[in-house]
């Protein structure tokens, strides 16, 4: 089992800038596909950007050129630095981990931000 808890949503203006966190619980970080998936409300949750254990990363279409993800072992924490947000970016934000093996998939519990003036 793998605990997910993110960190550092909130308001934040058009334009501004935030880093959302995620702290895993496992050691065992490095086997872990990590990824930022968000839901605004009355939408379907979608994928905003994944990070593989080698370092590499994938984005939506949303968020290329303003998010970008990174990954920190040694920390077992995955970061999503936003930038030049948009209303449109307004959604609960939930860390996700996916073994590299077994395809186990573990949600965190989400974070809001929301994107007002």
């Known amino acids: 089992q793998v605990q997910l808890v993110e960190s550092g949503g909130g308001l934040v203006q058009p334009g501004g800038s935030l880093r959302l966190s995620c702290e895993a619980s496992r050691s065992d970080f490095s086997l872990y596909t990590m990824g930022w998936y968000r839901q605004a409300p009355g939408k379907q949750r979608v994928m905003v950007a994944t990070?593989?254990?080698?370092?590499?990363?994938n984005y939506a279409d949303s968020g290329k050129g303003r998010f970008t993800i990174s990954r920190d072992g040694a920390k077992s924490t995955v970061y999503l630095q936003m930038t030049s947000v948009k209303s449109e970016d307004t959604a609960v934000y939930y860390c996700?981990?996916?073994?590299?093996?077994?395809?186990?998939?573990?949600w965190g519990k989400g974070t809001l931000v929301t994107v007002s003036s």
């Open positions: 990070v593989s254990r080698s370092g590499t990363t």
């Open positions: 996700y981990a996916q073994h590299v093996i077994y395809d186990t998939e573990y």
